[in-house]
């Protein structure tokens, strides 16, 4: 499902025009993502938790000469499913 597919239903279940529904999604994703630069975890009750994770900087291989490459440091977005959404999948 794409997020055109996503807004679809979500209209049609609730009754409410597409570009409000894309307006409401647009601004969900966006306050997840500014809240979680800020380090703020995300949590949704029953669906799961965004937060943000740090990677150390580390040296990799480069495969196709076999040189070393340095990886910096970064912080990357990390999603942790909830109990009630594992258990839904099973």
């Known amino acids: 499902m794409n997020k055109a ?34 380090g703020e975890d995300v949590t949704l009750v029953g669906f799961g938790t965004f937060t943000r994770s740090k990677r150390k900087a580390r040296t990799a291989r480069n495969p196709q000469t076999g040189e070393p490459i340095k990886v910096p440091a970064r912080t990357v977005p990390k999603f942790r499913c909830g109990k009630d959404f594992k258990e839904y999948l099973n």
């Open 5 to 38: 597919q996503l807004v679809e239903h979500l209209a049609s279940e609730v009754h409410l025009a597409k570009a409000d529904c894309e307006r409401i999604l647009e601004t969900t994703v966006e306050t997840i993502k500014k809240n979680v630069r800020k």
